[in-house]
């Protein structure tokens, strides 16, 4: 396999920083920090690339939130300047590359792929797979906190070459003590956690030779005929994930298709998509806060129609006509 090199020029070109200083701050130009960086945009664009230079970049402490919606976990936090933005300099360079090392039906954090490009695919690997099929899903338990900075560095090593970028990466992945923990909130963390899963990925497509699978984040679904196939299949998974990436599982089940498939948000069925319970409890608890918050001034009446257009677009993507109405969002 192809290892890159020479890529740290790109990294620390100035055209570059000023891009990856331009997505960090999407949506977020109202925040202090992104205002006084831009009283002095030139400067803090040199101090930045003469940092990355001159190797006196290191990760800043990371700050901590806990959230609780979908689920608890730790969010990590990092300035603006320079972590945020130096994270966009150094994707704006690898995600072409690693995007390219994927297979097909990996669908988080690319061009092209996400939640509704993935659930698409898995409609149409139910009509392909056939009457009677069963479907194994699996997920990782505490997937993020769970990657190991060892395994994950030697995977990097494998595809990157260039000893300024491996400096860089290997800063950002080590960030956090302990050995293990690729932290929620970094830029460069999906695109990691992809890589990681990637192996997987590559293990059951190349080597396996499974035809209907498709995984975002760490969530994955594999169809077949055969039930006790997909038991042998699954046994075989759970084996890799510990020896090569250990990781641990904490979602293994195997069922008929028809009962339909509970994937990404929604519950996929041969001839319709539902959206999943959980998912319409939060949507109708947002729907009723709203316009108390509106009220209160919690948030500003873009924001209030922005959430509403955002939910608007989820449900669009399922068969939700009676669950529309039920919130007042159908349209005669």
């Known amino acids: 396999m192809k290892r890159h090199g020479n890529l740290f020029e790109k990294i620390v070109d100035v055209d570059n920083i000023y891009l990856a200083y331009q997505k960090a701050r999407k949506g977020k130009s109202w925040q202090n920090t992104i205002s006084r960086f831009d009283d002095d945009l030139d400067e803090n664009i040199f101090n930045i690339r003469d940092s990355l230079i001159e190797k006196t970049f290191t990760t800043s402490p990371y700050i901590e939130k806990m959230i609780y919606e979908p689920k608890q976990r730790v969010i990590y936090k990092l300035p603006f300047n320079p972590d945020r933005v130096v994270q966009h300099?150094?994707?704006?360079?690898?995600?072409?590359?690693?995007?390219?090392?994927?297979?097909?039906?990996?669908?988080?954090?690319?061009?092209?792929?996400?939640?509704?490009?993935?659930?698409r695919r898995t409609m149409d690997f139910i009509r392909a797979a056939g009457p009677g099929a069963y479907c194994l899903k699996m997920d990782i338990r505490k997937f993020y906190p769970s990657i190991d900075h060892d395994i994950l560095y030697e995977i990097v090593q494998r595809k990157i070459k260039c000893p300024d970028t491996l400096r860089l990466l290997e800063n950002i992945i080590y960030s956090i003590p302990g050995g293990?923990?690729?932290?929620?909130?970094?830029?460069?963390?999906?695109?990691?956690?992809?890589?990681?899963m990637n192996e997987l990925d590559q293990f059951l497509k190349h080597e396996m030779k499974?035809?209907?699978?498709?995984?975002?984040?760490?969530d994955?679904?594999?169809?077949?005929?055969?039930?006790?196939?997909?038991?042998?299949?699954?046994?075989?998974?759970?084996?890799?994930?510990?020896e090569k990436l250990d990781l641990k599982l904490s979602k293994n089940d195997i069922f008929p298709v028809r009962q339909g498939i509970d994937f990404l948000g929604y519950r996929h069925f041969p001839d319709h998509i539902l959206v999943r319970k959980s998912t319409a409890k939060r949507i109708k608890r947002r729907m009723r806060?709203?316009?108390?918050?509106?009220?209160?001034?919690e948030i500003t009446s873009d924001q209030y129609r922005s959430s509403i257009a955002s939910t608007e677009g989820w449900l669009q993507w399922a068969n939700s006509h009676n669950f529309k109405q039920s919130l007042g969002l159908a349209r005669a």
Request: overall charge neutral.
């Open 289 to 297: 806060e709203l316009p108390g918050q509106l009220a209160r001034g």
């Open 220 to 242: 994955f679904i594999l169809l077949h005929q055969d039930k006790r196939f997909l038991h042998q299949i699954a046994a075989e998974i759970e084996s890799f994930l510990a």
């Open 210 to 218: 499974i035809g209907y699978y498709i995984r975002y984040c760490d």
């Open 89 to 119: 300099a150094l994707m704006n360079v690898l995600e072409p590359i690693w995007s390219g090392l994927f297979i097909h039906d990996s669908y988080a954090c690319r061009i092209g792929k996400g939640i509704h490009a993935a659930s």
């Open 180 to 196: 293990k923990n690729v932290p929620i909130g970094n830029y460069t963390s999906q695109w990691l956690g992809n890589l990681y």
